[in-house]
């Protein structure tokens, strides 16, 4: 479904992405780690269009789309969170969905009802009329997630939608990612929490000063001692 070929990106003399290349195959849910400053969102925003590479290709579902914009990506099928929650604060969370939904709905009770679906699957049906701005951290970032959805995307790349959430927040945000998988939406996701990650993600790539230094099984990638060194800090005699 995607596929990512020597992407790199410099900014004046900092290289935040050097050199990057994997694939990702429909259906999968693959996390991203790696610890702060190593390029996570950097990638993200050069998958989605949001910066374009200095080198290298982006292909997706076979097709080449480097030089593509965000709207044009989105179009084609690709959908995205961002690590800060930007929710549209002075609308509702209904309204908030109809913004993604009008994508590809053109008449308003088409998109009306598609939204009202998507909220009650993420579980703020109750919060439809509700302005974003008053909406709670954890809701915002369901409300993130529901407005991608709305958007019919293949992809959905997730970047930290469990950071600063509870432990009640985090389980409820698991079982979110995996009903969005179930939908037939393949999930690329940035996470830092290696429990998270463990518990639905069977493919783990790692990432450390822009380059990827792991990619595989998440059991044997989580256990590399170059990972542990760079993610965790710790050092093996």
């Known amino acids: 479904m995607l596929e990512i ?4 990106k410099k900014f004046a003399g900092l290289t935040a992405v050097n050199q990057v290349s994997f694939a990702v195959d429909a259906g999968e849910i693959v996390s991203i780690i790696g610890p702060n400053g190593a390029g996570k969102s950097t990638l993200f ?11 290298g290709s982006v292909r997706y579902c076979g097709k080449p789309i480097t030089g593509y914009s965000p709207e044009r990506r989105a179009r084609l099928g690709m959908g995205r969170t961002f690590q800060i929650a930007k929710p549209l604060l002075a609308l509702s969370a ?8 009008f994508l590809h709905q053109r008449r308003l009770a088409d998109a009306e009802a598609a939204a009202f679906d998507i909220l009650d699957d993420v579980g703020l049906a109750d919060r439809a ?55 037939g939406i393949t999930v690329l996701l940035i996470e830092h929490n290696l429990k998270v990650v463990r518990s639905f ?11 990827l230094i792991a990619d595989g099984q998440a ?3 989580l256990a590399d001692t ?6 965790l800090g710790a050092r093996r005699s």
Do not use: C, F, W
């Open 219 to 221: 059991e044997s990638v």
């Open 129 to 183: 009329a509700i302005p974003a701005s008053e909406l709670t951290l954890s809701e915002r970032r369901r409300l993130e997630i529901a407005r991608a959805i709305a958007t019919r995307p293949n992809l959905i790349l997730l970047d930290e939608v469990m950071a600063g959430l509870n432990p009640t927040e985090v389980h409820l945000a698991v079982e979110l990612v995996r009903r969005v998988n179930q939908r």
């Open 45 to 55: 925003n050069l998958l989605t269009g949001n910066l374009q590479p200095t080198i």
């Open 201 to 211: 993600s069977r493919r783990v790539i790692v990432l450390d000063r822009g380059k």
């Open 5 to 8: 070929a020597g992407i790199t």
């Open 226 to 231: 170059a990972v542990i060194e760079a993610y």
């Open 94 to 101: 209904l309204e908030n969905v109809l913004v993604g939904a």
